[in-house]
């Protein structure tokens, strides 16, 4: 990936994203605001300057905004462990029973806090034996993000470690920007990635 003097200069600590049409910068945007824009392509900027170049999600949801791309739809999942806010390991070889939803986000992401009532539908429609959704929370201030999950009520499981976009799953699954979620399969295999809907499950699950 480039690396960018600018994309430093310009994200101040966080991520920012510069959107171009037609091969012409026309706006430079904070990468929260990015999810779901109709551009023709952007560079997300990391912390360090580091660019990845981004396309608009496909209709089939294998990839969105905040993709690499690297891990594609049908490739296996990145192992991974980990604890939740009430203290519950989960690890991917565990949950092999069962799909997986991951659904990365945090409190201080608009576009994750407006797509959370569809990750509620999901656990809510398909949240069984067989299924299981976790919140993988990339926030690093752990009272505010008890406090949110208690105000409103999650009815998932939450995962935090409090390193932010540098914590072991956000960096094993290649995550540039949020909401962002994966979908896998028992077999332990990506079937889907991006902004995933009830819509998008329920297709993917017969």
Do not use: F
């Given at each position: 990936m480039p690396n960018d003097p600018e994309g430093k200069r310009l994200n101040r600590g966080g991520p920012v994203t510069i959107l171009y049409e037609n091969g012409k910068e026309v706006e430079k945007i904070p990468f929260e605001q990015a999810s779901g824009l109709d551009h023709e392509i952007a560079i997300h900027f990391d912390r360090n300057g580091r660019g990845a170049k981004l396309r608009p999600s496909p209709p089939d949801g294998t990839h969105g905004w905040g993709c690499n791309l690297a891990i594609?739809?049908?490739?296996?999942?990145?192992d991974f462990e980990a604890k939740t806010l009430d203290g519950k390991t989960v690890s991917l070889k565990g949950e092999r029973e069962k799909m997986l939803y991951l659904e990365f986000w945090s409190t201080g992401c608009g576009p994750c806090l407006g797509h959370l009532p569809k990750v509620r539908e999901i656990h809510e429609k398909y949240g069984?034996?067989?299924f299981r959704v976790i919140g993988v929370s990339l926030d690093k201030d752990l009272k505010r993000l008890t406090r949110f999950v208690r105000e409103k009520q999650l009815p998932f499981d939450v995962k935090f470690d409090g390193n932010g976009w540098?914590?072991?799953?956000?960096?094993?699954?290649?995550?540039?920007?949020?909401?962002?979620?994966?979908?896998?399969?028992r077999d332990g295999r990506v079937a889907a990635r991006g902004q995933l809907e009830p819509k998008d499950i329920e297709a993917l699950r017969r």
């Open positions: 594609k739809r049908g490739d296996p999942a990145p069984s034996q067989d540098d914590g072991p799953l956000a960096t094993k699954y290649e995550i540039a920007g949020i909401p962002h979620a994966y979908l896998i399969n």
